[in-house]
């Protein structure tokens, strides 16, 4: 039978990978487009991370599966409280996998939003959850670590990324290299710090000076026969197994280390320990992932970008992190089908991630772009398109003609030239009623509250009858919205620019995929280059609209699906190609995410999930 892999690429733009195909940089991008078809992908709003995963696994629009935001308000519920969109249950329509197991087939997941906890029997979820965090569920026993010794490294946000250590004279070293000379010495515990995990490796860090420059020694004992790692600046350490327990149980966990300054003299050093991980228990069932182990080595799912940010990583460290884990999903991908999974939905998050960060560094539109270091960014950039590209040669190198391929985004992202506040707006226009304690937080007086954005892209009506302090009376529910829309489209900045691209009543945005309960009551579109505040809270000094400052300076979810900005896009990408596929075909108009599944199901001939709202792609069809 017809097989699938889908290659989730999180927030690639599709200008500039199908650009880099053309030119040729991108090759294996190159040869899928010219044996397939290719297309800009349009995300449903908000294009979001797990809703729009959820309907290219699901072939549903939002209106079905019900997530449309960042996380979701349940109607009725307090607007203070929010559901996580990635949390288990919150997707209403059927996934794939379990559209498959149904049939009697098997399907397997790599760190896919939706996958966690498994519910069918031939369902195979390999990774963690899907979250972007930098700390994520389901399998992390620990996030990345940095140690310190008299040194601070910080970013631009004073986010405090380190441990403190002290460093003293080294005791007696036995075995020692005859070049080197100790300096200092450091403990270390390198610990699990989840909920459930526990257990730490205890290890002393030598600072010596040696012939080729300074370097770390990391060893349980004063033994250099012991030692773990051996490190000049900028090295990997080889894996490092150590003997955690989760809940009482023993199991073997990964990470390795990497030096970012060492100053053996002055007794200083930074040393980075990545995440910390099962070395094989991390996938349910757990012997999916022991046999991918054993074949592929151990996986990776916890990846931490801000790292590079606070100056934890050089630009290489977190690239040979995002290399190892996607030709770690890509390889796994082909040995899942080559094992007779039907379907393999994986998702790398290395765009998203750097885009959010990094978006300002590369995209002179930005005002806190430096030209001086572009160069640096770009080549990161481009780093990370090297891999994707890299991903997508392993599977047309090692796919059959039996099988079909799918390299697509969720969305793409954009700079974030400004950032606006809707809930101040709406506090400052008198639809929100709120006191400021002394220290500026607002106190919403709910009884003459009106509207209120929550949680990022939707604004609700606190509607009597629905909403459980409701003030609006529902004969008064659709002037309102009237009156809230005119406000919205003319809002404009301090410099008369408008901020909103367009503002909508709910049931206008079915030709977006929107209308279900969840989905609020106004939508919204910002303008290019404006993004909302993730903060929703009403702030006392009233700023509706600023330059951004970051972290986020690339950003998505507020602008029209269609947007192009800069060098970004919300805009996401899709190709496609193995059998049954057109060849050399690039589609005029957009991909809809939700159409993908039903192409799938009619190619693999299997039934497409029980709620897929999406339809075949016959035009792309041989
Ligand atoms: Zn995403």
Redesign the pocket.
């Known amino acids: 039978m017809i097989r699938s892999i889908i290659l989730g690429l999180?927030?690639a733009v599709p200008y500039t990978m199908f650009e880099g195909a053309r030119s040729g940089r991108l090759s294996n991008l190159a040869r899928l487009l010219a044996r397939g078809v290719h297309a800009n992908a349009l995300p449903f709003p908000a294009a979001?991370?797990p809703g729009n995963w959820a309907s290219v696994a699901t072939g549903a629009k939002p209106i079905t599966h019900g997530i449309s935001d960042f996380s979701l308000h349940i109607p009725g519920q307090p607007f203070t409280d929010h559901v996580n969109a990635f949390d288990p249950g919150v997707c209403e329509a059927e996934f794939m996998w379990d559209a498959l197991s149904r049939q009697g087939l098997k399907c397997a997941t790599i760190s896919y939003p939706g996958a966690l906890p498994r519910r069918c029997e031939g369902h195979i979820a390999v990774g963690n959850r899907g979250m972007p965090g930098e700390n994520c569920e389901h399998w992390t026993a620990a996030s990345a670590a940095g140690y310190a010794a008299g040194i601070v490294l910080d970013g631009p946000y004073g986010w405090r990324e380190q441990m403190d250590v002290e460093t003293a004279a080294p005791e007696s070293w036995t075995n020692l290299p005859a070049d080197c000379v100790p300096r200092a010495q450091a403990s270390l515990g390198i610990a699990a710090a989840n909920p459930g995990w526990s257990g730490a490796l205890e290890v002393l860090a030598l600072l010596v000076s040696a012939a080729g420059g300074d370097r770390l020694v990391i060893a349980p004992r004063a033994d250099y026969e012991s030692r773990l790692a051996d490190l000049a600046p900028d090295e990997w350490s080889d894996v490092i197994t150590a003997d955690f327990s989760r809940d009482g149980r023993p199991v073997e966990v990964q990470f390795r280390l990497r030096p970012r300054v060492i100053d053996a003299a002055a007794g200083k050093f930074a040393l980075y320990a990545s995440a910390i991980y099962p070395t094989a228990e991390f996938s349910d069932p757990p012997e999916a992932g022991q046999a991918l182990a054993r074949r592929l080595g151990p996986y990776r799912d916890t990846l931490s970008l801000s790292r590079l940010l606070t100056g934890w990583l050089d630009a290489d460290g977190p690239l040979d992190l995002f290399r190892e884990q996607g030709v770690w999903q890509a390889r796994a991908a082909l040995e899942l089908v080559n094992d007779g999974v039907a379907a393999v939905f994986s998702k790398w998050h290395a765009f998203?991630k750097f885009y959010h960060f990094f978006f300002h560094a590369i995209d002179p539109v930005s005002p806190l772009h430096d030209p001086a270091q572009f160069d640096h960014f770009e080549r990161i950039h481009l780093g990370i398109q090297a891999i994707a590209d890299e991903m997508i040669g392993i599977i047309l190198d090692g796919m059959d003609d039996e099988t079909v391929l799918v390299v697509a985004s969720?969305?793409g992202l954009t700079p974030s030239v400004r950032q606006a506040s809707v809930n101040n707006f709406l506090h400052q226009a008198g639809y929100i009623v709120a006191d400021f304690a002394p220290g500026g937080n607002a106190v919403i007086d709910w009884s003459r509250t009106r509207a209120i954005m929550h949680p990022f892209t939707q604004i609700w009506i606190n509607l009597k009858g629905r909403d459980p302090q409701g003030a609006v009376e529902p004969e008064q529910y659709d002037a309102l919205r009237d009156e809230l829309i005119e406000a919205l489209r003319g809002w404009r900045d301090e410099d008369g620019r408008r901020v909103m691209a367009e503002v909508f009543k709910i049931e206008d945005g079915g030709f977006y995929g929107l209308g279900h309960p969840r989905d609020g009551d106004i939508r919204y579109f910002t303008a290019p280059g404006i993004s909302v505040y993730r903060n929703v809270a009403v702030t006392s000094n009233g700023t509706l609209v600023q330059a951004t400052r970051g972290p986020y300076t690339g950003d998505h979810g507020s602008s029209r699906p269609s947007t192009r900005f800069g060098r970004g896009s919300e805009t996401a990408m899709f190709a496609m190609t193995g059998a049954g596929v057109a060849r050399a075909r690039e589609r005029r108009g957009p991909v809809f995410l939700c159409d993908i599944a039903p192409t799938l199901a009619h190619l693999m001939s299997v039934e497409p999930p029980g709620n897929c709202d999406g339809a075949v792609m016959r035009d792309l069809l041989a």
């Open positions: 999180d927030g979001v991370t998203d969720d969305h």
